[in-house]
């Protein structure tokens, strides 16, 4: 039997709109239990992993700041891989400046090397403006991730992909998205553990994102039907997860031989 690695989406498989999906804290508990290596992956970037575990812990769930892997840690790690010590013109918030100022970047408006797009809750027309200027004249562009939209409590919010693409369709230039659907932000998270792809299960609620990179990775993909997808919109999709629960909980008790016979 595999000595299984498991990547993990946050929201709508371990928390929905702020509150624990039942038999979260118990999988977890679970794989700590066996020292399970784990991941906690999200598209995410407006939050610095110390912010997402304080988060989680508002909900019941103790996940370790190594433990949460974020599309802003992965722009900052492929930005130090293609250009070290560079610059960007970044429209975000801390999760993303933190990740790019620890890589060693610096975060400027005059002749930047990249404009870094991320997730924000106040898009500023402004610095929109600014960044389309700074791609005209050359600057790279880069966004953390495709999401069009994004939840909140009284509904959707334009997301990184939505400013994107207003930003590509001004300046005629497309961005490079470093997260979930590029398997880009998988094979840095398995790096990061030292994990391979074959004894790898990515958790995801959507087909999208979470599936579609997953595959691409060569993981294993179970898909849980707790957040956004349901069974018959996965039908609509050309590929296919490994398995489809109805909830992380009827994982427990079987993360050690997870495709064994008896899953839902």
Known sequence: MNQWTYLTDMDGVLVHEEHLVPGADEFLAELRAHETPFLVLTNNSIYTPRDLRARLQRTGLDVPEDRIWTSALATAKFLDSQRPNGSAFVIGEAGLTTALHEAGYVLT??????????????????????????IEAGARFIATNPDATGPSLEG?????????????????????????????????????????????????????????????????????????????????????????????????????????????
């Open 109 to 134: 408006d005059r002749d930047p090397d990249y404009v870094v797009l991320g997730e924000t809750r106040t898009y500023s027309f402004t610095a929109i403006t600014r960044a389309i200027r700074m």
């Open 156 to 264: 959707s919010l334009p997301a990184t992909g939505s400013i994107a693409a207003l930003i590509e369709r001004a300046t005629g230039r497309s961005p490079y998205f470093v997260g979930k659907p590029n398997p880009l932000m998988m094979r840095s998270a398995l790096r990061s553990l030292g994990a391979h792809s074959e004894s790898t299960v990515m958790i995801g609620d959507r087909m999208d994102t979470d599936v579609h990179s997953g595959i691409e990775a060569g993981l294993q993909t179970i898909l849980v039907l707790t957040g956004i997808s349901t069974k018959e919109s996965a039908e609509r999709f050309p590929y296919r997860p490994t398995m489809v629960v109805e909830s992380i909980a009827d994982l427990v008790g079987r993360t050690q031989d997870p495709f064994s016979d008896g899953l839902p």
